[in-house]
């Protein structure tokens, strides 16, 4: 059973569905740890009620990004960590963790990638009168949202679409999408395979 850490900066609701699927036993996964950028953050309630670690930082209270990912990094590697899952990590990944985990750092976005990247992808998309949008969980690389697309699943935009209404739609598909994305991933091994992860 492979060492999971789940990097998250908000309410946690991804969080919370991939705490649900191992506990059904949806997902073979041991979560390790809970890295949250945000002490403010709802997510480490929901981490302290199922019993998992928290490491909590404040970027600006280190000299540099290099700094508090060799933090987390140490940290990573005293929970034997060996997958990184970003749920709602507003923070771009840096060269340490990147080398670290290479091919092991998924993400989840709320938008059909490389459509509507970065903050607010459902704003986005609202703003921009897109008729689809959707969700994408893809490796992590450098840029913002741009590494190999692992899946997609879309959803249409109705004329009375809200805010509210099409997050609630985009969130209903997360919550399932990750975990048995996850699912898959934990089993086929890292993104150097990328051919079995594309045929999926
Ligand atoms: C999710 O919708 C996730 O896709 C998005 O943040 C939300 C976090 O919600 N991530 C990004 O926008 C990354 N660029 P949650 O805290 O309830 O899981």
Known sequence: MKNIAIFASGSGSNFQAIVDAVQTGELAAHISLLVCDKPEAYVIHRARAANIPSFVFRAKEYPSKEDFEKE???????????????????????????????GRIVNIH???LPEFPGKDAIGQALAAKARWSGVTIHYVDEGMDTGPIIVQERTPIEENETRESLQQKIQAIEHKLYPSILKMLLT????????KARTY
């Open 72 to 102: 987390i990094a140490r940290v990573l590697s005293r929970h034997n960590v060996e997958w990184i899952v970003l749920a709602g990590y507003m923070r771009l990944i840096g060269a340490t963790l990147l080398k670290q985990y290479e």
């Open 110 to 112: 709320p938008s059909l």
């Open 188 to 195: 086929i091994g890292d993104g150097k395979h990328d051919e």
